[in-house]
């Protein structure tokens, strides 16, 4: 499985390729992030990715990068302020439009999901949870959602103060262990 710096070179190099503002942006200085896959490399790694791995890593790394230049500490896009949230805005909408292009609407679903969830542990100050909602999500968009992750993300929509450990057991139900990769609130 690759490393989620793998990942995040391929968004540089793609960003790159691709011009405009995100490319001139997509300069940010190299980081120490973990070398374990993150989540972009957990769900491309799953069967419901099959055959499409590079593409599912990469509109992931698209998402993630969007969602941390929102909440976290972006790796690959450098911006402040207002210019940080609409390059975050064009990283979501050109991850979920590569995603309508591989026809998985089950996944555009569940990454509406994510970005939601990643909002509400924000607005509550809450980086565990958000954290759990991108470890859970990978695992369902590479292995698909099981009851036990519908169910976890009612608890987290409700603010149930088990949601973290619901959304952990059932990522873990497909893959062991826990992700890695920066954390995002």
Known sequence: ?????????ALRAALREQGGLL?????GPARNWPHDPGPPQIAADGPRAAGREAEYELLLEMILEGSLLH???PRVVMADGDLALLLGDQ??????ARLAELGDL??????????SLLAQAHADADPELGSAVWEAGAVAIGWGASDSHRAAK???RRHDA??????????R????GTLSGPAVS
């Open 106 to 115: 089950e996944a555009v679903a569940e990454l509406a999901d994510v970005i």
């Open 71 to 73: 909440y976290g500490d």
């Open 1 to 9: 499985m690759r490393r989620a710096t793998d990942g995040t070179e």
């Open 162 to 171: 088990s949601a973290c450990d619901a959304l952990r057991a059932a990522a």
């Open 91 to 96: 990283l979501y909408a050109l991850g979920l």
């Open 154 to 156: 009612a608890l987290a």
């Open 23 to 27: 490319s001139e942006r997509a300069d």
């Open 173 to 176: 139900q497909f893959v062991g």
